[in-house]
């Protein structure tokens, strides 16, 4: 993938070219440590690092407000350049010696960001540090999570059912949020955490007649 340049012209030019090029050379080879700086050097300097990203970056912060916080700076910062998405990777906030699982939500919105990773695309990671402690699958376990559904191709529902069970989708009335499904004789309803809203797929006996959002 080639690299695009995508610091704001203002800020390269407030930093300075060889600052700048300090800053991209120390995100590719090395660590760069910054000491004593004021909140909004920090950023710009950080800014600086991302120009000519061609790979994932991962920002990791003390804590989840300051992930969120930085997050909505950089995509601030970044959006009028046309830069790579900036996403905010949450923690878990599981308590399993309290038998507490994980809010479904949070979990949707890791596996959509592991899922466009592993694809390749050029993005910017911002998390916390307690987002790290959560062991996650292997890309090539993350690539086998998609199931190829096609429009005119057949579909045992039955075991598309099951794989989905096991693979942690939850079964329900009415789909509402990622994570769910529901199956009502020939219609079957998905949210895969990867999309924006819910799929409905439509079947005629068991070959797939149609799949549309709703």
């Known amino acids: 993938m080639s690299a695009k340049n995508i610091v704001p012209e203002w800020i390269s030019n407030l930093i300075g070219p060889s600052a700048c090029e300090a800053l991209r050379r120390a995100a590719r080879t090395g660590p760069l440590r910054a000491i004593s700086m004021a909140p909004t050097a920090r950023l710009l300097a950080l800014v600086a690092s991302l120009d000519s990203l061609d790979r994932p970056a991962l920002i990791v912060t003390p804590e989840d407000k300051d992930a969120i916080e930085l997050a909505s700076d950089l995509r601030e910062l970044l959006e009028a350049t046309g830069g790579p998405a900036v996403l905010r990777?949450?923690?878990?906030?599981?308590?399993?010696?309290?038998?507490?699982?994980?809010h479904p939500a949070l979990a949707a919105e890791r596996v959509a960001i592991l899922d466009r990773l592993v694809r390749g695309e050029t993005l910017i990671a911002v998390l916390p540090v307690a987002a790290l402690l959560t062991p996650v699958p292997g890309p090539r376990a993350i690539g086998d999570w998609g199931e190829d559904i096609s429009r005119h191709k057949p579909v045992d529902l039955d075991t598309l059912a099951r794989e989905l069970v096991a693979a942690a989708y939850r079964v329900v009335d009415v789909v509402s949020a990622p994570g769910e499904f529901a199956r009502r004789g020939g219609l079957f309803d998905i949210w895969p955490p990867q999309e924006e809203g819910p799929l409905r797929v439509e079947l005629w006996g068991d070959e797939v007649e149609s799949i549309r959002r709703f």
């Open 89 to 102: 990777f949450p923690r878990l906030d599981a308590d399993p010696f309290r038998a507490m699982p994980a």
